[in-house]
């Protein structure tokens, strides 16, 4: 949020840097005493918790990156060797694998936060986009990591998912055929598709971590959104970021990390499969290729749609409708706290979102392949019919005066002329 | 808003009644049901317990070697404490009892030399064409991780290594298979590979079948899964780490938060 720099350099050296690079300016203006809403409650302590789950993948994948061979003989076993004979291996391994779900777990809570808060609207439009192309690179990244296991799971979960691009041959005979054999590095999945993948994994994370930048800078232009969706228009409004939500992201994350080390050390493998500890080999099918649980609900929609060109371009679409969710909610107010209507529809994507990522864990056929097809249906419905329409037939609840009084009640709000001498943010802890 | 509601709830028992009926489809077309046993390595605390672990490398080694390789092992590993925790002697012996190809020498030839505890585990093939000649076709997979690589891990191992029966009337078993309650399409090419008293215990355990499939399965997870008890032992203290650390953001959460609510008291005051 635009706001006057409160920032005094202290020392000679300070001061000397502040004309150079107003590093420690920026740190101050925008980490310390950025104005925050004061009613940001837990939703709001994911975007500190992704942070850290970025920093920790980047920290262990470039330790494993160090023990790792990228070939398709060495691959499993090099794995395996790391959890053998690597000092702390196991724990570096483990924290990557378990790591990426809780990495998934925090993104999908984040977005579903910004979508329940309508925290894509004016003026947030371009945060909510570099959010999506976060999601869109982390999918990428998360499926090329898997593959770099080379057990039977990953090989054939590439196998599927580069054979989706040779469903361009409908189009034009050839495309997809020339476009797949290029992805390989050749004419089946092999050691050259791996040492690409592995290559394009240790690269995207540095892509993520620079649109987080883009992210991170796009919500400092606006400002944060609130649980209740209205703009913050006093000083009584906000508080600073230092010590109030530091603090706070601070108690969430650990609470989050009691979570994963729950799963790390009691239970490292319940998230995975247990047919990537065979290794990949190319003349065995496995009866049930399964993506990664993350993956599912967008396995569901890809396999509930029986033409594979369309298929693709559902399970594409997916991900990509997300894009213009601001202009497709035609709601005049954000927060779907206020929306009588519009909120059980919302409810009911996410009951549909878990559904899918069930379905997608069952063979498609009968039962499971026709509720596949409805939950498919509603999952487009929701973005391109209710949205527009439920905002525009839908009257909001009566929205609260301002932040200040959503949280101290309406007697918060004082009558104009009463001395406003100590109404600006505290910052105490600053200092 | 009344017609939102009815239509949520119309939909959500229209999900509920097909529902069942997933349910039990699920039920059923998952295979055979494996029985959970208790171990001593299970979560939160478990450990191995050296004993069982000594006995379970006996018999993968009279038995299970025979035919199934462990190429992620070597005879190193059974000295490790938080394993078989067998003396570095009887490691050594017991790796002397192998004999390794070693080479090129001085005259680039290769030759025998009896195992040292540096070695991997020696393969009973020289290769997959040669193990599945010897085996009606089959492979024996390799059983490095074996116990994870399997759903249901050490309780599967040990429902398969009990699960041989006599085929139910009607079955129709190919020529060369045998029925397995545990396993996949209820025949497996492994014949059944323990009967009472073809391993000898000497530590007073009942040389049985069920000891047998018990203790291997238990050592199977060891091979598997060897940083398990220091994986419990780390993970019991970063959890209460985490513990005491959550009560003290939380307080000083408040704390900091008080503050605010102090300067909203006064304001309205």
Redesign the interface.
Known sequence: MAHPSTYQPASGIEKWLDARLPFPRVMHDQFLVFPTPRNLNYWWTFGGILTFMLAVQIATGIVLAMHYVPTAEGAFDSVEKIMRDVNWGWLLRYSHAVGASMFFLAVYIHSFRGLYYGSYKAPREVLWILGVVILLLMIATAFMGYSLVWGQMSFWAVTVITNLFSSLDSLIPGLGTTLVEWIWGGFAVGGPTLNRLYALHYLFPFVIAGVVILHIWALHVPGNNNPTGIDVKTERDVIPFHPYYTIKDGFALVLFLLLFAALLFYAPNLLGHADNYIPANPLQTPPHIVPEWYFLPFYAILRAIPNKLFGVIGLLGSIGILVFIPWLDTSRIRSTSYRPIYKWFFWLFVVTCLALGYLGSQAPDGWYLFFGRVFTIYYFAFFLLIMPIVGLIERPKKLPGSITQSVLGPEASRPAGTPAAPSEPVREGVA | ?TM??LA?VA?LLA?AI?GS??AE??AN?HGPAIEAQEWSFA??FGGYNKGQLQRGYRVYKEVCANCHSM??LSYR?LAEPSGPHFSPKAVETLAAQAQVTDGPDDKGQMFQRPGRPSDAFRSPFANDQAARAANNGALP?DL??MA????G?PDYIYALLTGYHKAPPGFDLTQGMYYNTAFQGYQTAMPNPLVDGVVPYTDGTKPTVDNYAKDVSAFLMWT?E??LE???K???R??IF??V??VI??L??RA??A??HR??H???A
């Not at chain 2, 994870?148 to 759903?151: E, I, S, V």
């Open positions: 808003m939102t509601r949520v939909f999900l097909p009926a997933l489809e699920a077309g979560p939160p190429r992620l590993n997979p490095s991780v994870k690589a399997r759903p891990g598997a060897p940083k220091e994986r419990h780390i993970g019991a970063v959890m985490l513990l650390f959550a953001m939380y000083s959460k900091v938060w503050r605010l300067r909203d006064t304001h309205t």
